[in-house]
């Protein structure tokens, strides 16, 4: 059974710190890997996705990482603003699940303090 | 268009009381799901709905109905819903269900069942 874990559950840093979050799933078979922010009380926003054969996706400031042999992903946020603050998701899609259901970590929320 | 849209995007409802809450994405996608989460919690998957049939209903109790009247559209029937049944509900889909996409999200609806 697939599980994905995050670490930590909860980070608070300074504004302009670089920080990373931690992902890390039990089944090394994974479709692919997403993640998402989540603001309080609102829906799921993709940042990055990243398949099963890549190592790395950007987008602006962030960076995710993507190492299957050893179930782990990471996300790097360069420069972090008071505005990222939010709670992120992991969520990895197992392969061979033709109804492509995602499994979820439980989230890292981040505390960016100006 | 890009987004899944989902109303009402805040909802109050008595225990006795019928309501419905709606998903539509314009994007083509064939696969739609519903999610549900709790506080501090992740998403949890209620249905998936594959070229507008449904084919995984995760154990869901019966006061909650899904339908799909249309490749755009899905809905969430609710009735004589229980206080625990607070939560937000998340719709997502996807461009097929074994499309290497990733999922898109809307931004929910907040259920409150008094």
């Known amino acids: 059974k697939q599980e994905v874990t995050q670490i930590p559950a909860a980070l608070s840093v300074p504004e302009g710190e670089n920080l990373v979050l931690n992902c890390s799933f039990t089944?090394?078979?994974?479709?692919?890997l997403q993640w998402f922010r989540q603001d309080p009380g609102k829906g799921l926003t993709s940042l990055l996705l990243?398949?099963?054969?890549?190592r790395e996706q950007t987008s602006g400031r962030l960076n995710a990482s993507l190492d299957k042999s050893s179930g782990r992903s990471t996300l790097y946020i360069a420069a972090s603003q008071p505005g990222d603050s939010a709670t992120y998701l992991c969520?990895?899609?197992?392969?061979?699940?033709?109804?492509?259901?995602?499994?979820f970590g439980k989230g890292t929320k981040l505390s960016v303090k100006p | 268009d890009t987004e899944v849209t989902q109303t009402p995007k805040h909802l109050v409802m008595g225990m006795t009381n019928k309501k419905s809450l709606k998903c539509e994405q314009h994007m083509g996608h064939r696969a739609m799901y519903w999610y549900k989460q709790k506080a501090k919690k992740p998403p949890e998957l209620m249905f998936v709905?594959?070229?507008?049939?449904?084919?995984i209903n995760e154990s869901v109790p019966s006061r909650f109905s899904p339908e799909c009247p249309n490749s755009s559209l899905l809905n969430l029937h609710l009735h004589a819903l229980q206080p625990e049944d607070s939560a937000l509900y998340l719709c997502a889909s996807l461009v097929h269900p074994a499309s290497n996409y990733g999922y898109t999200f809307g931004s929910g609806t907040r259920l409150t069942v008094v």
């Open positions: 709905y594959s070229y507008e049939k449904l084919s």
């Open positions: 969520a990895v899609r197992r392969y061979g699940g033709s109804q492509g259901n995602l499994i």
């Open positions: 089944d090394s078979a994974i479709y692919n």
């Open positions: 990243i398949q099963s054969s890549q």
